[in-house]
């Protein structure tokens, strides 16, 4: 069966590496001169920044993504280190910022600054909840009803910021609680040996050895449709048919490619849904050192900073990702909706926070990055991923904007393309 793919993201590849794998016949179309869409690296100054993530997978070598790159027979090593996860706190109880020191945590103690009865609750709240998650509100609506303290909010901004670019308001705590349980069952971060190019380029060896081929440069800019059915593709005007498009576009640029001409079932609710989706925005900023800033090769969260989230030094688990000697280490933020305009400001804030953070160590700013709009750290922000199905019945939407649920990020992908796997390859 000949399938088109639309965008060589995570998303195209893993689902062209697991349609071809399956025997059918896989063309991607790509717009920009590189494979792997924000899932890449860029060589810099002998560093290996990236073209989005932050070489790390959310549930390291346990996780969704390393079960469907082995099940593809993809090549890569996923390294989880100890401590898996940190967090910063202020050296003394009752500051609210790093100025006068802080002390380092492991993730796990996470309950330590909570008051006592805050803790008794939580014990409570991880018996029950797992059972019965909580619905219908927000995660942070959630905490305010039931372990209210500053603690509470600041763990979970910095979480959520970290894991989605999001604030704890802003994530359903239905979605909340599917990540929480994730995190128990699949365990906490790993980076791929060699960054994301590590990932995207052993998922090209597969789709290649399997007889698939990508096309760079290319940029699909219509469909050909016949009632329910795409049947080309449109490349520079000229027509490719296909029995199967996959879409990594996300569900409001496909449905563009739709277009308004058709007036098959379901559209307009489609449209209307796909407009609705915010993409999730924020800040990367790359840090280059002679020595390590964090000293490991988990995440450490930021609770008390004023925007960075979470921040990873990849070259304590591969040193080859920074020139021999160096360090890697880099931030991220969440940029909320309503700071979109303000991004100069954010910078800003960011690098104090870095200053703050490492106050008497050295180090350079290799390369700040912001994300938004069409090249955002995720389609949709999650918990309101719409499914893969669009009213096209062999036209399918994958990548972030299609996650699976409780997937965080890349794990959320992956789950995503196994579903709409199941429904292709029943
Ligand atoms: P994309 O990577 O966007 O791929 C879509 C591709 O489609 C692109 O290459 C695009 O050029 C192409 N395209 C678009 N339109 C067309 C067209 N009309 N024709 C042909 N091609 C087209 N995830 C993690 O798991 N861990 C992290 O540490 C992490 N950190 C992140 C940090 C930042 C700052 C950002 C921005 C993201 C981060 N993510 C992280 C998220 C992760 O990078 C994304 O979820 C993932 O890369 C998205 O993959 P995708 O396939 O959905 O989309």
Redesign the pocket.
Known sequence: MKTII???????LLSAAKLSKAGYEVEI????PII????TNIPYQGFQLST???????HGPEGPLSQLLKEVGADVEIIRRKPVSVIRIPRNKKDIDYKFGHKDIIFEDFKIPFSLLNRLKLIYYIATTRKNPPTGQSFEEWCRKHIPQDWTYRISDAFFGWAL?LKGADVPVEEAFAIIENLYHFGGPGVPMGGCKGVTDALVDIITSNGGTIHTS????GLKLDNDKVTAVIVDGVEHEADLIIS???HP?TAK?IGTETNVSGMDEYVHKSKDLKPSA?I?ICLSSDKPLIGHGGVLLTPYAKRVNGICEVTNVDPSLAPAGKHLTMS?QCVHWSDLDNLDREIELGLEDLRDIFAGKEYEVLLI?S?SND?????SPSGADLKNRTPMSNLFV????AKGKGG????G?ALGVKNCMQNILM
């Open positions: 639309i965008g060589s993201g995570l998303g195209g179309f790509e717009r920009l792997g869409g924000r899932f989005g993530a932050l070489h790390m997978i959310p670019s290319t940029e699909v800019t990594d576009i996300g640029l490619l924020g990367k991220h990055q994300y090249w955002p750290v995720n389609r994958v990548g972030d904007g965080i990020e890349v794990e992908i």
